[in-house]
Every structure is written in structure tokens, then in C-alpha cells.
């Protein structure tokens, strides 16, 4: 996308976002080679934030067991994109739960990712040009938006001179989750796992 395009076509959504307090990160910052987030273009999820995140919110885990709920949230054990988006929305709602001794005896723990009572103690941040690897091909969706490092919505931005920009921007969003043609893997449906959200818009039009 050319710069005078991307101020017109992306940088609306952002700077709305970022008047709404959430953090703004350029996407190529967090490539693999110039950036210890992410080891490699198929991780989806900012695992160092996650992890600051779950401790920040749980001060009183263990090590152990942060590995553990890190390696269940990366790892999703399931065979479609409705169970593994069904699957985090659960953690996300009603949480985890491990055994730890907190000083009276081994027993079940809460786990939050999210802390809905405190909203400051999250974080939000908005990326734009983010490149995962898909099966296929490489996608890069205009904003993604990431809540303690899970990537919970994705904005495709589309400019509105083109023809029918809402109904451009749906498809597109569609092909990037897997959802046009599921047989071809022309998107990147891990990332869909953890979407809570999906938004096109033009200017000021969602």
C-alpha cells in the first residue's frame, strides 16, 4: 500500500483507535528477524505480552503452570475453526483453572487472560501490516487488534472509491480466515482462532 494511500485508507481507523487509548505498533517491527515477539511469520499470538499480561492479572502463578496455560492458548488441540474459536472464547469467559498452593493446600486456581474488573490492567494494541504465513501464501490484514498479545479482532480497511468497499472488504476478510473457499487455504485460519471481531470499514463508515 502506497503512503498516500495509507493515510487515507488506514490511518482513520487508527488514529480513532488510538484516541480510544490503545497502544499502535507498526507490523514490520514484529518480523521474526528484527524482533524477539515472534520466532517465526506463523505465530499469530504476541506470546511475550501474554505472558507479562496472565502475570500481571495472576500475580501468584507459577511458572509451571503460566507454561502450561501459554502452551494449551498457543497449541489448540482442535480440528476446526468453530471449535477452536468456541474453545478460546470459553478461556476467555470463564476461564482457566490449575492446581497451585497458594498456602492452604494444592487445589483449583482461576486463570484470567483478560481482567474485566480492572480494564487498565490490560493491554490494547492496534498493528497495522502484520504478515502471517498461511499454508499457501503469506496474508497481511490491515489492522489487527490485540488484547494481552491475543489477537481478538481484525480490521480490513478499504478505500471508498473503489466499487462496493463494505462488500470488498467482508470478502477479503473472509479469505483471509479461510472462509471463501476452504478447500483452497488461501488465508491463514490460525489467526482466526482467537478473532472475537471482524470489521470492514471505509473512512467513517463500519
Same mark, same amino acid.
Given at each position: 500500500?502506497?503512503?498516500?494511500?495509507?493515510?487515507?485508507?488506514?490511518?482513520?481507523?487508527?488514529?480513532?483507535?488510538?484516541?480510544?487509548?490503545?497502544?499502535?505498533?507498526?507490523?514490520?517491527?514484529?518480523?521474526?528477524?528484527?524482533?524477539?515477539?515472534?520466532?517465526?511469520?506463523?505465530?499469530?499470538?504476541?506470546?511475550?505480552?501474554?505472558?507479562?499480561?496472565?502475570?500481571?492479572?495472576?500475580?501468584?502463578?507459577?511458572?509451571?503452570?503460566?507454561?502450561?496455560?501459554?502452551?494449551?492458548?498457543?497449541? !489448540? @488441540?482442535?480440528?476446526?475453526?468453530?471449535?477452536? *474459536? +468456541?474453545?478460546?472464547? /470459553?478461556?476467555?469467559? &470463564?476461564?482457566?483453572?490449575? #492446581?497451585?498452593?497458594?498456602?492452604?493446600?494444592?487445589?483449583?486456581?482461576?486463570?484470567?487472560?483478560?481482567?474485566?474488573?480492572? !480494564? @487498565?490492567?490490560?493491554?490494547?494494541?492496534?498493528? *497495522? +501490516?502484520?504478515?502471517? /504465513?498461511?499454508?499457501? &501464501?503469506?496474508?497481511?490484514? #490491515?489492522?489487527?487488534?490485540?488484547?494481552?498479545?491475543?489477537?481478538?479482532?481484525?480490521?480490513?480497511?478499504?478505500?471508498?472509491? !473503489?466499487?462496493?468497499?463494505?462488500?470488498?472488504?467482508? *470478502? +477479503?476478510?473472509?479469505?483471509?480466515?479461510?472462509?471463501?473457499?476452504?478447500?483452497?487455504?488461501?488465508?491463514?485460519?490460525?489467526?482466526?482462532?482467537?478473532?472475537?471481531?471482524?470489521?470492514?470499514?471505509?473512512?467513517?463508515?463500519?
Amino acid at each position: 500500500m502506497s503512503q498516500p494511500e495509507f493515510l487515507y485508507v488506514e490511518q482513520p481507523a487508527l488514529d480513532q483507535l488510538q484516541k480510544s487509548k490503545w497502544s499502535y505498533l507498526d507490523g514490520r517491527e514484529l518480523a521474526p528477524d528484527i524482533s524477539n515477539i515472534r520466532s517465526s511469520f506463523k505465530e499469530v499470538v504476541l506470546t511475550p505480552n501474554l505472558e507479562q499480561a496472565i502475570k500481571r492479572i495472576n500475580p501468584w502463578i507459577s511458572e509451571e503452570n503460566l507454561r502450561k496455560i501459554i502452551r494449551e492458548i498457543t497449541m !489448540i @488441540q482442535t480440528s476446526t475453526l468453530m471449535e477452536a *474459536n +468456541q474453545w478460546i472464547w /470459553q478461556r476467555l469467559t &470463564q476461564y482457566f483453572s490449575v #492446581d497451585q498452593d497458594l498456602g492452604k493446600g494444592r487445589r483449583g486456581q482461576t486463570v484470567k487472560l483478560i481482567d474485566f474488573d480492572n !480494564i @487498565q490492567n490490560n493491554e490494547f494494541l492496534c498493528v *497495522n +501490516q502484520f504478515k502471517v /504465513q498461511g499454508t499457501i &501464501q503469506s496474508i497481511i490484514p #490491515d489492522i489487527i487488534l490485540f488484547v494481552n498479545g491475543l489477537p481478538l479482532g481484525v480490521i480490513e480497511c478499504k478505500s471508498p472509491y !473503489i466499487t462496493d468497499p463494505m462488500e470488498a472488504g467482508i *470478502n +477479503q476478510l473472509r479469505r483471509y480466515a479461510n472462509l471463501r473457499n476452504p478447500e483452497t487455504n488461501e488465508g491463514c485460519q490460525k489467526l482466526f482462532n482467537y478473532n472475537q471481531l471482524m470489521i470492514s470499514t471505509h473512512r467513517d463508515v463500519a
